[in-house]
């Protein structure tokens, strides 16, 4: 990523095995208003297979210095000049690209470095109590169990709704496997900066790649690989959804669930937070809301506190709502109106792009009230901030609960907490006043990534 | 018509007749109740001009629309032109991929089997392709044209040739269902054979297509005997990026010239890269004077970009076998100035035409 005068287009260029490669014809990298401004080297599959053959034949990043490794990316990437760019310039791209708010952007810089300098412990985080770390963990002539990588190479197929997805892969890297990041084309600039930083650590080319590719491409890369991670919504889920060897991460449909126990006046600013925070666009947003009794007055208080947001570029420092290019919005805009047909609109009900005059437009929330708990339009989840109201009786029971990424639990009823703990459908339940995008290093996302990565391996030592 | 009137129709490629002298021939031929074939004849009332009068040389072949769809229905026999007599009958049917529905037939006489090839070899030999050499061949045969183009051009240097067949047809479809693992499978069929012949025989030169040079390269055994034993690489049949040509040339097969060859069912040949060509130059495909002619042309408007830019191809073919004008391919290209003696223009850097991504809306945030 040299830096080059303004009048020379900024070049990103792939991250392989012998440092960057150029392509002869960069694909162009534009932002909201649909201005170029990044160039993108796409590599053909043929890159790509011999780029895994290079990581398959690499060693594992040593134990021993991982912790000073983390430490000092976490540090590049949260301080540094990365690629001629350093972090403000950094973070100006990325909300002129992927429209995420610079406030957003600026606050997954940080959370991101924190990710990044707890990656190994966090990683550690995953292995069963009985598991030894390798051959020379002494527990291990107590357990006869060591914990072992499931293959060699990991690949991400990621995508650019969020700068913090790329949080994910780093417990891969700590977990020895050599890994590969397919960066979304539209945000590109967040897996290069992460990318470069752990190379600058100490990391080797060998053993981290970045591998940008068309769409077609992709697929060379995520079959290649031993074990891999695929961003996308339910068709991808469905297309992978019998491969072991691949986690598909889908929409998320994160919900609230607020009892007749609790007053939600106390709770609107996680409401808030809930549903608008990190601009709306993480799978771990709420999609719905889920109320025992009347939702109208909840469902008019949210829709008071979420008008009020500005629409502004997202560059400026104001801005708290996301922007895409203003065919995208009115696409999104339309497909909304359909999905919304029977239900009560608070908010958006006119809809939800306002342009911004130079070709981007701010998506601006919505907020809908659905006639009962079973109403399909709560399983729609769109890319900022976009909640379906919803009552919720004891009769409708676990059903409209499920298939959830987080669910935040306003509720007294212990019952009610064991119940949710225990559903399988729901991957991860916060009970109180805590937002659903909430998340710490070592705390799983969707269960331990090394429940994916690695296994149990039984080893016995005998006299020899 | 006399049919000294044709003689010219009966010229080699490095003949050096006029290709203006030659279409304009042509025309009479083809449009001739006596020597053209059913087909034209009976098609040339709703063309809504008189080639034998309007077409008076290789810039007027652009008045024809394109008819290549007509040919998905066309009876084989409507397509062989009188002239060739009553018992004529193609050498070969050849048929087009068929990825855009019903495919597309052409028929190829034994005189144009011969010009055509005999282009092929003589460009060949100016990449200093060794003669007597074995091939090995990787491309489809039967119905598809470029296992022909090639097998001729291994006898037209004095080369037996080993093949090995596949199904493309199959092999598209096995990826449109999203069989991935079946269209795996199947690719590790076609490796295994050539691994065989390529492990057990003194294969000197090897034709394949460019998934299969692609997969060739990921497997350290054939790398090293293809390096160690091959004194060329030929690839055609499909597109090859810029980049990974590059990667071939340089990093794969470092001590094997590769050669790239663009052709297709419509072109009724293929057109070998350019000789000399330098590292950092695009892959150059001149045009075959006087039976192949291209241009590059907007696709919107239809009209010739500046050289040095990307367009669509245009391909016309104009022989005594067959007359298909003004076939607008799929393929996008740079226009580039063709070598001395031929019409029209050459092209470079042959791209497969841009995916539209639609705007539809997949519902999730990614």
């Not at chain 1, 590719?213 to 031993?226: E, F, I, P, R, S």
């Not at chain 2, 007597?132 to 022909?148: E, I, N, Q, R, S």
Request: with cysteine; aromatic share 6%.
């Amino acid at each position: 990523m040299a830096r080059v005068p303004a009048t020379e287009p900024l070049y990103l260029d792939a991250l392989g095995p012998r440092g960057t490669y150029r392509t002869r014809v960069p694909s162009t990298v534009t932002d909201v208003a649909g201005t170029p401004i990044a160039r993108l080297s796409l590599v053909p599959p043929l890159y790509v297979a011999r780029a895994i053959g290079v990581l398959r034949q690499a060693p594992p990043i040593a134990a021993a210095g991982l912790e000073t490794v983390f430490a000092t990316a976490g540090e590049v990437f949260a301080a540094g000049t990365v690629g001629g760019l350093s972090v403000r310039e950094y973070e100006r791209l990325v909300s002129r690209t992927s429209g995420t708010p610079l406030a957003v952007v600026r606050a997954a810089t940080r959370g991101t470095a924190h990710f990044v300098r707890h990656a190994a412990s966090s990683a550690d985080r995953g292995r069963p109590r009985g598991a030894a770390r390798d051959l020379s963990d002494h527990v291990l002539h107590e357990t006869h169990t060591v914990w072992a990588r499931q293959g060699d190479v990991f690949a991400v197929n990621a995508s650019g709704n969020h700068p913090g997805v790329h949080r994910a892969w780093l417990e891969a890297l700590a977990l020895g496997y050599r890994v590969a990041v397919r960066p979304s084309r539209r945000e590109p600039f967040t897996p290069y900066r992460l990318v470069a930083a752990l190379r600058q650590a100490g990391i080797r080319d060998d053993q981290l790649m970045l591998l940008p590719t068309d769409h077609a491409t992709a697929d060379t890369l995520v079959h290649g690989a031993d074990r891999a991670v695929v961003y996308g919504g339910d068709d991808v889920v469905t297309k992978y959804a019998h491969d072991a060897r691949i986690l598909p991460q889908g929409p998320g449909r994160s919900k609230i669930l607020i009892t007749a126990d609790t007053d939600w006046r106390d709770h609107l600013d996680a409401l808030v937070a809930s549903v608008a925070g990190e601009s709306g666009t993480a799978c771990v947003n709420a999609t719905a809301v889920l109320v025992e009794g009347d939702p109208t007055p909840l469902a008019e208080a949210l829709a008071a506190r979420l008008a009020v947001l500005p629409s502004l570029p997202p560059q400026d420092e104001r801005a708290r709502l996301p922007v895409c290019p203003q065919e995208r919005a009115r696409a999104l805009s339309a497909y909304l109106r359909t999905v919304a047909a029977g239900t009560h609109a608070w908010l958006g009900g006119g809809g939800i792009a306002d342009d911004l005059g130079d070709g981007s437009a701010v998506l601006r929330p919505a907020v809908h009230q659905t006639a009962n708990a079973r109403a399909p339009q709560l399983r729609t989840e769109l890319p900022f901030p976009c909640v379906w109201i919803a009552p919720w009786t004891r009769a409708d029971g676990m059903a409209p609960l499920r298939g959830t990424l987080v669910l935040s639990a306003l509720t007294r009823d212990r019952d009610l907490w064991e119940a949710l703990v225990a559903e399988p459908g729901i991957a991860n339940v916060y009970f109180g006043d805590q937002p659903t995008h909430w998340m710490s290093p070592g705390v799983p996302h969707d269960s331990y990534l090394s429940d994916f990565l690695m296994r149990s391996k039984a080893v016995y030592e005998g006299p020899s | 018509m006399p049919m000294d009137a044709f003689t010219v129709l009966d010229a080699g490629p490095f003949d050096g007749v006029d290709p203006d002298e030659y279409v304009r021939a042509a025309m009479r031929w083809h449009f001739t109740p006596e020597t053209g074939s059913w087909y034209w004849l009976e098609r040339v009332d709703r063309l809504g001009f008189d080639p034998r009068h309007d077409v008076r040389g290789v810039a007027d072949l652009a008045l024809f629309p394109d008819l290549t769809d007509e040919l998905r229905d066309v009876r084989v026999s409507d397509l062989v032109p009188r002239g060739y007599g009553r018992q004529a009958r193609p050498l070969h049917v050849f048929e087009s991929g068929g990825t855009t529905g019903a495919p597309r037939r052409v028929v190829q006489m034994d005189d144009w089997a011969r010009h055509g090839s005999e282009q092929v070899t003589r460009r060949l030999r100016e990449h200093a392709l060794p003669v007597g050499a074995l091939w090995l061949t990787v491309a489809p045969t039967g119905p598809h044209l470029v296992g022909d183009v090639l097998q001729r051009a291994a006898a037209g240097l004095g080369s037996p040739g080993l093949g090995v067949d596949m199904d493309p047809r199959w092999v598209k479809k096995l990826v449109a269902a999203g069989r991935r693992d079946e269209a795996d499978a199947y690719t590790g069929h076609l490796v295994d054979q050539c691994r065989r012949v390529l492990h057990g025989q003194d294969i000197g030169v090897i034709a394949a297509t460019t998934p299969m040079l692609e997969r060739f390269a990921q497997d350290s055994d054939l790398v090293e005997v293809i390096n160690g034993k091959a004194r060329a690489i030929i690839w055609g049949g499909t597109h090859m990026d810029p980049d990974t040509r590059d990667l071939l040339r340089t990093e794969v097969f470092p001590d094997v010239p590769v050669i790239g060859m663009y052709g297709n069912t419509m072109m009724l040949t293929s057109l070998v890269e350019r000789g000399g060509l330098t590292a950092s130059e695009p892959c150059v495909f001149d045009p075959v004077s006087p039976y192949v002619f291209l241009s590059v042309v907007d696709p919107d408007t239809g009209r010739p970009v500046a050289e040095g830019e990307r367009g669509q191809v245009v391909v016309s073919h104009v022989s005594k076998s067959m007359l298909i004008p003004n076939n607008r391919e799929r393929d996008t290209a740079l226009r580039v100035r063709p070598a001395e003696g031929h019409a029209g223009d050459a092209v470079a850097d042959v791209s497969p035409a841009p995916a539209v991504e639609g705007a539809t809306v997949i519902a999730g945030v990614y």
